[in-house]
């Protein structure tokens, strides 16, 4: 059974950098044709999709985040990561890492409140 | 950008019946729709990919239907664990996949 982790600092002051990290169990993060997604939603609001990263390296961001996002991967640890600059209250959420095949994401964390205040 | 609207944004329904909730898109998506379901406190869970098929360990209860720009979810006899949010979501622009703004399904 696949399980997705994040880890990181819930706390991150105003135009500073945002850190998560996905560590991926029960099986390799290099294994089949998955990509590896970032997901956000705000406290009582919808999904805001933020990239995805193949195990190649190879990214996709939201246009509207890509200014600001960083996703990669680490193979060896079978972690993927999310650093998101120059942060605002706007981006105060929770965050999600997911497993993506084209067929929507079957696997989620458990999503991990990452807050923006000084 | 694909815009993805549901309705209604509230749906109430009793045990027992069915429930319907739409999904549209602001140009075609082919069959590239996900449903999810949310409870309070979890992650989504994925419901159905590819506009109609279930995913593993999904009720048959569950089912979807859809292409182009309109979709559908049909929880044909609602269950107490069934009350909770649900969100569609098209992957058809790889590049900037979009999640509705959420139905919240809640009993009558």
């Known amino acids: 059974q696949v399980q997705l982790q994040e880890s990181g600092p819930g706390l991150v002051k105003p135009s500073q950098t945002l850190s998560l990290t996905c560590t991926v169990s029960?099986?390799?993060?290099?294994?089949?044709?998955?990509?590896w997604s970032w997901i956000r939603q705000p406290a009582g609001k919808g999904l805001e999709w933020i990239g995805r990263?193949?195990?190649?390296?190879?990214?996709n961001y939201n246009p509207s985040l890509k200014s600001r996002v960083t996703i990669s991967v680490d193979t060896s640890k079978n972690q993927f990561s999310l650093k998101l600059s120059s942060v605002t209250a706007a981006d105060t959420a929770v965050y999600y890492c997911?497993?993506?095949?084209?067929?929507?994401?079957?696997?989620w964390g458990q999503g991990t409140l990452v807050t923006v205040s000084s | 950008e694909i815009v993805m609207t549901q309705s209604p944004a509230t749906l109430s329904v009793s045990p027992g019946e069915r429930a319907t909730l739409s999904c549209r898109a602001s140009?075609?998506?082919?069959?590239?729709l996900a449903w999810y379901q949310q409870k309070p406190g979890q992650a989504p869970r994925l419901l159905i990919y590819?506009?109609?098929t279930r995913a593993t360990g999904i009720p048959a209860r569950f089912s979807g239907s859809g292409s182009g720009t309109e979709f559908t979810l049909t929880i044909s006899s609602l269950q107490s664990e069934d009350f909770a949010v649900y969100y569609c979501?098209?992957?058809?622009?790889?590049?900037?996949?979009?999640f509705g703004q959420g139905t919240k399904l809640e009993i009558k």
């Open positions: 997911a497993r993506g095949a084209g067929l929507g994401y079957d696997y």
């Open positions: 029960g099986g390799s993060i290099s294994s089949g044709s998955y990509y």
């Open positions: 990263i193949y195990t190649s390296g190879s990214t």
């Open positions: 140009q075609s998506v082919s069959s590239n």
């Open positions: 590819g506009a109609s």
């Open positions: 979501q098209q992957y058809n622009n790889w590049l900037r996949e979009t």
